[in-house]
């Protein structure tokens, strides 16, 4: 598993940058925080949290599929390569799909992973990632932001997730406000 994870680490780094190592990283602390007190498959959620990106980088994306549906599959292709077994490999393939959409009808480490994803959108990162996509469109990351903020809530299925939402929910809106005030509404 160590080999493993320090080639998936290297992998995400080299394709996904800083954003995409570091995003994982957050992740994996989320789901740390967040699963603390359930019982879960750790190497499918450590896994998939390295690989749910892999098909919107660069050398993997295309444009035509939605990046879950294409990480999904680059996922399953690099699992097959190195030999990962058929139960962790559709579990790890599970979590990717539903990254963005899990339901309560998902296993407990799709649900993880989903949920940390969408805490990850929350909170000043999540301002301060919209921003820094958006730096000559300031009104376009405003809004962005408020969607995310309004919406991504509304998918966390874990009490202990829903908790963590709204203390990021208030930061958010504190920067808001403050930028609000600070460009006296011209942005």
Known sequence: MESL??????LTEEYGGQWGINHTKRLLKLISIIGEEL??????????AYLH????YAKWAKPEINHAIRSRQVAE??????????????????CIECHHSATGDNSIEAILLSDADALDFLGTVGVLRDFSKNPKNLRKAYETVVNRRDNLQKRLLLQKSQELAKTRINS????????????????
């Open 5 to 10: 994870l320090s080639k998936i680490n290297e």
């Open 39 to 48: 019982q879960y498959n750790h190497e499918a959620v450590t896994i998939a």
């Open 53 to 56: 990106d892999w098909g919107g």
């Open 77 to 94: 292709e690099f699992l097959t390569e190195i030999g990962c077994e058929n139960y962790l490999m559709e579990l790890v393939s599970e």
């Open 172 to 187: 958010m809106d504190q920067v808001l406000c403050s930028f609000e005030e600070e460009t006296f509404g011209y942005f």
